[in-house]
């Protein structure tokens, strides 16, 4: 059974740092392109960016281009997304998702149950 | 970057059918897809390719996509139906390469 399994709600500072994760079971991490999709409170589904575990490969949307880091580590099929220094406006709850497509189009088949993310002084 | 257009609700009874559409300029030509959020609960994808469903959706679910519109149509609506519905596309044409509606909120009345 496929399944992406992420951390914990977290509560931040602003100017904080912070490492959000996503760990994927039940098929080759390695094989599949796994996305971040940000749901700031009460609005819809934002793309943040993707990357592919097998050799780390990352695009990002142009709204989030240099505002998060994406990363994974293959050796425990894990998918990170991070801040160096977080704001109130990244409180939202994001979502890792497995990329599926034939080329042609793609979207996102199995997702992870979300992670909260709260900043305020 | 390329854009869709959804209603922000519809309101159906239950039994009824419900549509939902997404529009976007020449929509037809690219595939879409269909997420169910329902209240506290990560999206799941109902509908892939304008018209498949993924195993374990009913088939009360369906697509279609033609000209500027791809509509999901929800037939012999059940209260359980309730959430909010976002449709997707992928544009390899843009650096946004996963676009999403704004999202519709079905009400079963």
């Known amino acids: 059974e496929v399944q992406l399994v992420q951390s914990g709600a977290e509560v931040k500072k602003p100017g904080e740092s912070l490492k959000i994760s996503c760990k994927g079971s039940?098929?080759?991490?390695?094989?599949?392109?796994i996305g971040w999709v940000r749901q700031m409170p009460g609005k819809g589904l934002e793309w943040m960016g993707i990357?592919?575990?097998?050799?780390?490969?990352?695009r990002y949307s142009p709204s989030f281009q240099g505002q998060v880091t994406i990363s994974a580590d293959k050796s425990i099929s894990t998918a990170y997304l991070q801040w160096s220094s977080l704001k109130a406006s990244d409180t939202a709850m994001y979502y890792c998702?497995?990329?599926w497509g034939d080329g042609y189009t793609y979207y996102f088949d199995y997702w992870g149950q979300g992670t909260l993310v709260t900043v305020s002084s | 970057s390329y854009v869709l257009t959804q209603p922000p609700s519809v309101s159906v009874a239950p039994g009824q059918t419900a549509r939902i559409t997404c529009g976007g300029n020449?929509?037809?030509?690219?595939?879409v897809h269909w997420y169910q959020q329902k209240p506290g609960q990560a999206p799941v994808l109902v509908v892939y390719d304008d018209s498949d469903r993924p195993s374990g959706i009913p088939e009360r679910f369906s697509g279609s996509n033609s000209g500027n519109t791809a509509t999901l149509t929800i037939s012999r609506v059940e209260a359980g139906d309730e959430a909010d519905y976002y449709c997707?596309?992928?544009?390899?044409?843009?650096?946004?390469?996963?676009?999403f509606g704004g999202g519709t909120k079905l009400t079963v009345l």
């Open positions: 990357i592919y575990p097998g050799d780390s490969d990352t």
């Open positions: 997707q596309v992928w544009d390899s044409s843009s650096d946004l390469l996963w676009v």
């Open positions: 039940g098929y080759s991490f390695t094989s599949y392109w």
């Open positions: 998702a497995r990329r």
């Open positions: 020449n929509i037809g030509s690219k595939s």
